[in-house]
């Protein structure tokens, strides 16, 4: 039988363990015989995970334009063949930018989970052939009987076969934030999930206290954790970035149209060369290099450059508020991102267990504070109390302390945030509920150190999980050397064996009547969803190793305390402001309902009339209403896919958290994977494609925030360019074929061009801020990166602003727009003086030409920044001093070569021996005028849509 038919067949937790043990050929006392480990390991193969595969061409940050890459690169040989030694310069220099830029963003490997091969590098107790030895965990085999104490990570998936007081922390693997306890015996007939199956453990889980044997049934990949490793190889191949994919479809429309432009071109020149009977070599390449030139018009050229700046300005940023990225692309499917599944523990939660309330003296007081700080007091009706010379409180506070095994201690983080790097986190060394203990003493104005000097420890039971209590037994240090017991444990279980009460001092009668109330207030604060603890204790005449049963009977009740995992500071603020922004949040957990349902509706995340579902119910995910659920409790792993599946299904852009073993898949599988930088596991920080390192989901929030304005720059920027260039791509492509009249006198005005008027204003959209109220509009989910009405809008602007530029080139042309004193004036102006005056003409109208698309381009810029206000109100509201800086810079550039062309001109020319060619003309006060006032419609006409669509509603 190979090993998957064994695993598919033999559901371990529900067979006797003699079954087992002759199913694995071994023996419950010596273990496996060496000589059946050869054929176990052809059979099985090591315990260890399989490679994860990598794919380093996978992710594309910038945004993949390779086919505009490759067009640039075919151009720029064809250029080197047939052109002249400036234009292969500045083409290869093109070329070289962007390329580079592309592939180094591109060069990054896949690490998915390679931390999962480490699980297996440590070593392991087991017993073969009668002996107990170590050996390293990756030459375990299912039958190996393996040898589990207090702190170990478990090697490999086993069914217990012995235990003493055993409890796993199975977090990593299935999110429980309390340990889970354990037994040997317990068989059931029905198939149960993995936080029910409790005769087994799990590789990589840990022994959280006691110890245990186990029987080994599956290594590698045949464990859960190995199950999550084959999964991950299979989907190796998802990454598909919402940003990439419409970037890539835009680069290919692009492309298109760049090859039939060129085929147009080639063809329209090659038959005005034979017509003209010019068909040689020379015209040939001129012809050729034109084309391609010209054909490329139309492809935006730095916008991956820009894309990309945009994308690491995200990263900086986020850096300083605590979000580390990993893949450049996901900042903007987090500014997409529609839904946030979120854990519960340790991300809305401290995952630092509190008390906040406690039942004495037949009270109940009010305890504030949050997590593991000792900074809170007690209350009873909103007043400040002191309990310290309350008898009762006193013992209740020596129990908490006396019968306790935790510590707290302080930790340095490293994080990364604006005001510091490092942080001091105090963390609970044992179990989370004795640590909300200590510091509810800190609280009331004690310190631990001192109570426990006042004691002499005897000795202790150690918590039972099949009695749920523990007990320990202390010598007062006092002249009367009095010996106490003090018990804690499940309410219900205290109170049986409590035949009293301590109420501020004197001991009462405990009968049913009492016990009676005080369980219905214990249900209560459970419904609640806390955590309740019962304490006690008596003294006892004298201790000589007495049995338990014998000193565990007719205690004395001291109260109980109800405890809750508290909220983090700022959440509920931060979840409302996702709300706000149409984003959905939906709270997972392994907990219990009722506890999941108290934290949801104290976050605002679980309101009137929605829906809390167990894990077993998305079984059948069909008969759900996911649109009603916003808590999703007792949740397995494979459940988190199946909600992100979902509502991915939907067309929703999801973002997931998580910090465990358990959590990758579903990291893997969301469009933004989000681990927790603090608790999170290797496992959990490797497939994410961003790290958390506060733990904090205020800082998912930033996340978001940053995400959404990263994503309207990247919009605005490709607007820019789309609509720049298909504007100048028309009007370019339309006068190749009038050959009366070349539009540049040189190609170094149409380098000018697109050196510095489409350079500079994009530069300073690039530094630009994020909108006020980014965090207000609708998430954007798979919709197009210009939608509907954007392309709408651009079409119009592009034309708009076309008409004005043709206008000012044709009235010119026809002299509508006369030349005058100032053009032709030989000390101010660039002229040749054996320049015919049609030439002259055409000079002044490439000059207005080309001045007002420096002044329509510097300025259309204001129109679409914030395109559902108006330009005025955008300007009052979200005025940019570094955009209107550039933008003046730019125009000044223009001014200063168009006023000194004549001295410019000499000067490159003459003393460099350079031919620019540039030739501009001086133009008089009224040719300004009339630039700037043909640079009006594409500004005026957006204004006026941009008005009637606020009048109907219509969003951008």
Request: with cysteine.
């Amino acid at each position: 039988m190979s090993s998957t038919e064994l695993r598919s067949e033999i559901k371990y937790y529900n067979q006797p363990i003699e079954n087992l043990i002759n199913t694995f050929n071994t023996d419950i006392d010596h273990g496996l015989k060496s000589s059946e480990l050869n054929e176990r390991y052809l059979k099985f193969g090591y315990n260890e995970l399989p490679k994860i595969k990598k794919s380093i061409w996978k992710i594309y940050l910038a945004p993949i334009f390779n086919f505009l890459i490759l067009i640039l690169i075919i151009t720029g040989v064809i250029i080197v063949i047939l052109g002249s030694a400036e234009d292969t310069i500045i083409t290869f220099t093109v070329v070289f930018l962007n390329s580079a830029t592309v592939v180094i963003q591109q060069f990054r490997a896949q690490k998915a989970l390679e931390s999962l091969r480490q699980i297996s590098a440590l070593k392991a107790t087991i017993i073969r052939d009668g002996n107990q030895f170590e050996v390293p965990n990756r030459e375990l085999v299912p039958g190996d009987i393996v040898v589990l104490e207090q702190g170990d990570k478990i090697p490999a998936d086993g069914r217990i076969i012995s235990h003493v007081n055993l409890t796993i922390d199975e977090a990593p693997l299935t999110g429980e934030s309390e340990p889970v306890e354990k037994i040997s015996n317990n068989i059931q007939d029905k198939e149960v999930s993995i936080q029910k199956q409790s005769n087994m453990v799990f590789m990589g889980t840990y022994i959280y206290t006691g110890r245990a044997k186990a029987l080994i049934t599956g290594t590698g990949i045949n464990t859960e954790i190995g199950k999550i490793s084959e999964t991950l190889n299979e989907m190796g191949s998802i990454e598909d970035i919402p940003l990439t994919r419409k970037l890539n479809r835009l680069g290919y429309i692009l492309g298109t149209i760049v090859v039939i432009n060129l085929i147009i071109l080639i063809i329209y020149k090659f038959t005005l060369l034979l017509i003209e009977g010019n068909f040689i070599q020379s015209e040939i390449s001129s012809a050729l290099v034109s084309s391609i030139l010209r054909a490329t018009n139309v492809l935006p050229i730095n916008l991956p450059i820009l894309s990309t700046l945009v994308l690491i300005t995200g990263v900086l940023n986020m850096a300083q508020s605590g979000v580390i990225i990993k893949n450049l692309s996901s900042i903007e499917s987090l500014g997409r991102v529609s839904v946030i599944c979120s854990d519960k523990t340790g991300t809305i939660t401290k995952n630092e267990m509190t008390v906040e309330k406690l039942w004495i003296n037949e009270n109940e007081y009010d305890v504030t504070g949050s997590g593991y700080d000792i900074e809170g007091k007690i209350y009873q009706n909103g007043t400040p109390i002191s309990l310290k010379e309350n008898l009762t409180f006193i013992k209740f506070i020596d129990s908490m302390v006396l019968n306790n095994n935790a510590q707290l201690v302080f930790e340095d983080v490293k994080i990364r945030l604006r005001e510091k790097r490092e942080m001091a986190v105090r963390r609970a060394l044992g179990s989370p509920t004795e640590a909300a203990l200590l510091v509810l003493v800190e609280k009331a104005g004690y310190i631990p150190y001192d109570i426990k000097k006042k004691y002499e420890f005897i000795t202790e039971f150690s918590f039972s999980s099949e009695l749920k209590r523990m007990s320990s037994i202390c010598k007062s240090n006092s002249n009367e050397g009095d010996i106490f017991v003090f018990t804690k444990g499940a309410p219900e279980r205290i109170i049986d064996i409590s035949s009293s009460i301590d109420i501020n001092g004197v001991i009462k009668p405990l009968d049913s009547n009492f016990r009676k109330e005080i369980l219905n207030k214990i249900g209560l604060s459970a419904n609640q969803g806390y955590r309740t603890l019962a304490l006690s204790y008596k003294m006892l005449s004298d201790f000589n190793n007495a049995k338990r049963e014998d000193v565990e009977k007719e205690l004395i009740l001291l109260g109980f305390v109800s405890i809750m995992d508290p909220p983090r500071k700022g959440v509920k603020e931060s979840i409302e402001q996702c709300q706000n922004g149409g984003i959905s949040v939906k709270m997972i957990t392994g907990d219990h309902p009722a506890t999941a349902k108290t934290i949801g509706s104290q976050m605002g995340i679980y309101k009137q009339g929605d829906l809390v579902v167990e894990g077993f119910e998305l079984k059948n995910p069909s008969m759900l209403d996911f649109e009603k659920i916003s808590v999703f409790a007792r949740v397995e792993p494979s459940d988190k896919e199946i909600i992100v599946k979902h509502y991915q299904d939907k067309k929703q852009v999801v973002a997931m958290t998580g910090d465990g073993i358990n959590d990758s898949l579903a990291l893997k599988l969301a469009n933004a994977g989000i681990a927790m930088g603090i608790t999170g596991t290797d496992v959990a920080k490797e497939t994410a494609d961003m790290v958390i390192s506060d733990d904090n989901f205020t800082s998912i929030e930033k996340g978001v925030r940053i995400g959404r304005g990263l994503f309207s720059k990247i919009r605005t920027i490709i607007y820019f360019f789309i609509c720049l260039n298909i504007m100048e791509a028309i009007i370019f492509f339309t006068y190749e074929f009038i050959p009366t009249f070349e539009l540049f006198s040189s190609e170094w005005q149409h380098i000018y061009i697109f050196g510095i008027v489409h350079s500079l204003p994009s530069l300073a959209l690039v530094i630009d801020r994020h909108p006020k109220d980014i965090m207000l509009e609708p998430p954007r989910d798979e919709q197009q990166i210009l939608n509907r009405n954007m392309w709408i809008m651009l079409l119009i602007q592009a034309f708009l602003m076309g008409l004005g530029l043709v206008l000012v080139l044709q009235l010119t042309i026809w002299q509508v727009i006369p030349l005058n004193e100032w053009n032709l004036n030989p000390t101010i102006s660039y002229i040749n003086p054996a320049s015919p005056y049609t030439e002259l003409v055409a000079q002044k109208a490439r000059t207005m030409f080309i001045t007002t698309i420096f002044i329509v381009e510097t300025n259309f810029i204001w129109t679409f920044r914030r395109p559902n206000k108006s330009l005025l109100r955008s300007f009052k509201e979200e005025f940019s001093l570094s955009l209107l800086v550039i933008c003046l810079f730019t125009l000044l550039l223009h001014f200063l070569f168009i006023t000194f062309s004549y001295l410019v001109n000499h000067y490159v020319n003459d003393v460099f021996g350079l031919d620019l060619q540039i030739n501009f003309m001086f133009l008089s006060g009224t040719d300004w005028i009339l630039c700037i006032l043909f640079a009006l419609p594409g500004i005026i006409g957006i204004e006026i849509m941009k008005y009637l669509a606020r009048e109907r509603n219509i969003q951008f």
